[in-house]
């Protein structure tokens, strides 16, 4: 089979971006990647590609394809490997299809929303407060549904979509709250090592994972997230 002709639009510290890139790096996919720098007005050719200017935007044997998830999802259908979708035995690889589907939303609609509420939070007090409600939503909602991580999602010993979707957000908030002058607050995973043993140790596992953080940088990211609540504390 002919090898894809794949673009990448990215940037390296945007997490939505990083989703793509965790799911080229492990589906070991070739890519020209093609850094938007987001700090500056988008191109007429870039508005052309995706209207909203955001990334990350691929381009796939020439067809535009945007929204992280939804590119996520396509490069791993695009391919007979399996690992990050489950196909086989119908009514298995669906249901285990719906678990993960079930995962990630739980995550990201109980959890994750705080996470950029915590960085534009006005005062640190108030970050603290909604970092604190993070980790009480990792231990109510998101640990009972990581029982069988091993040490991936429903004991898969590969990253799957779970991860594929959810770790450029995981790697972050367990390493921005450790950075000089954190945008995120400690709160966020204060006591999980405890609290929520289960997702404590499938995040270690995912974040260990080259495909995760082999393009992480911490220190960029840091601090683009220190301008972004800068910006937030200004227009306060
Ligand atoms: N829902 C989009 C979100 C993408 C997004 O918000 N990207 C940000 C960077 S992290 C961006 O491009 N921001 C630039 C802008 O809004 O002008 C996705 O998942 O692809």
């Known amino acids: 089979m002919a090898t894809a ?8 510290n945007c997490p939505w971006a990083h989703r793509v890139h965790i799911a080229l790096a492990e589906l070991a996919l070739p890519f020209e990647e093609k850094i938007i720098d987001y700090s500056k007005p988008r191109t007429p050719e870039y508005l052309k590609i995706n209207p909203s200017g955001r990334v990350p935007t691929m381009i796939y044997n020439g067809h535009i394809i945007i929204e992280s998830s939804i590119i ?14 489950p196909r ?3 009514a298995q690889g669906a249901l285990v299809r719906e678990r993960i589907a079930f995962f990630v939303e739980t995550y990201f609609s109980k959890a994750n929303i705080y996470y950029y509420r915590a960085i534009e939070a006005k005062t640190d007090e108030d970050a603290e407060d909604l970092g ?3 980790s009480d939503a990792i ?3 998101v640990e009972p549904l990581l029982q069988d991580a091993e040490p991936f999602f429903n004991g898969s010993t590969k990253l799957t979509m779970a991860e594929v979707l959810t770790a450029s957000f995981i790697i972050r908030i367990f390493t921005l709250p450790f950075t000089e002058n954190a945008p995120l607050p400690k709160s966020m995973i204060a006591n999980l090592e405890e609290s929520a043993p289960n997702f ?3 995040a270690r596992a995912t974040m260990e994972h080259p495909s995760v953080n082999s393009i992480y940088n911490t220190d960029a990211c840091a601090a683009e997230m220190r301008d972004r609540r800068a910006k937030a504390r200004a227009l306060a």
């Open 88 to 90: 086989t035995g119908e």
């Open 200 to 202: 404590y140790a499938w």
């Open 139 to 141: 231990v109510t909602d």
């Open 72 to 85: 996520a999802q396509f490069l791993a259908d695009s391919v007979a490997s399996t690992h990050l979708i």
């Open 132 to 134: 604190k409600r993070y």
């Open 5 to 12: 002709s794949v673009i990448l639009y990215t940037n390296r």
